[in-house]
């Protein structure tokens, strides 16, 4: 791998690095989602100084050149960013519609006066399961 | 208020629990956050109701599929069932925002699985009122010199490393960086009620007080062996953990300001 790709893959890696960092800084990421991407960025860090690393394996898999090897790990963190991504889109479009439920049945009951429904007690169970107290 | 607080504390010390009424310390609040701790918290909450009586209980149930808020309910608690998980941060907070909401000016966090003494909120009450000054008190496990924490190796270790750590940027003695047994003034309800750590927040809000020139004290408590449920940090979860809190702390320490302050940029507006 020529020395020119390789700075301009380690200085890329490095400004993924600190960009995220400064999002998390200025609370525009979560921790949860930026260490993802740093780990994505370490990697490609230590890929692009350590060569002896980055020919073995593009010879293990049988790449013929190691700047190939590197675009591959990069695509393949790319796709689980992608993949964690939808995961944490479906988990929000569900609370999203938990939310939508949950606030038009409060806005009805506004609009008409009536009571929060009482949750249906059973004392004996109660007793039953909590025997101290 | 805080120099009332301390002037009454002087006058009289009393061995029993204290009265809200006879110190004039104000209105106290038990936020009690669960997360399908129905084997628990009904316990939680009558230990709480006997032995602190002088704190309303509130339990923050964080969305739980089994019957955690009927039998907190049932127990005697108010209860704001949030209507899904947000996690543990997301729970403690919208306490603190029930607690500024309803005017309280103590809030003591217990966990809902019934590892914490109530009794001990007395140990904790009495150092918020003897230091001026004190915003959050921590209970902590490891004060005592014989002290009995059965927890693994791995957790172990990975809270001495975040107290380690934490003694350095606070320049003060932080033994239980992780413990979530707290007693918090209104100055801190109000910190908190505005900006709260989301994931694990107890190491945090222990930097973003110091950030905001707050002050914090520890006692010496024990804490039991967690009755039912399971804790919020399990095995595998533990290297996540470490990572992720020390990704937290490092940005928290880059920032001029831990917590957003009124009129700042901030992506959500959490309390008012």
Known sequence: ?133 | MRDDAFNHRNSGREPTFPSGVERGSGRLLAVVPAYNEAGAVAQVVRALRERAPDFDVIVVDDGSTDDTATRARAAGATVVKLPFNLGIGGAVQAGFVYALEHGYDYVAQVDGDGQHEPAELEKLLDAMLSGPGVDMVCGSRFITADYRYPAPISRRTGIHVFAFVLTRIVGQPISDPTSGFRLYNSRAIALFARDYPHDYPEVEAILMVHAHRLRMAEVPVRMHVRDSGRSSIGKTHSLYYMIKVSLALLAGLMRRRAVVEPGEPAPVSSAH
């Open chain 1, 1 to 133: 791998m020529g020395s020119r790709i390789q700075i301009a893959a380690i200085g890329f890696a490095l400004l993924v690095l600190v960009g995220v960092f400064e999002l998390v800084r200025r609370r525009r990421l979560r921790e949860r989602y930026a260490l993802l991407w740093m780990a994505a960025a370490l990697v490609m860090l230590v890929l692009a100084i350590w060569k002896h690393l980055l020919s073995t394996l593009s010879s293990a898999v049988g790449i013929a050149t190691p700047s190939n090897a590197l675009f591959v790990v990069a695509l393949a963190f790319v796709l689980l960013l992608l993949l964690h991504f939808s995961v944490s889109v479906s988990r929000l479009a569900d609370q999203n519609r938990v939310l939508a439920q949950r606030l038009a049945l409060l806005e009805e009951r506004t609009r008409t006066g009536e009571p929060a429904p009482q949750e249906q007690e059973d004392p004996e169970r109660e007793a039953d399961r909590m025997p101290t107290g």
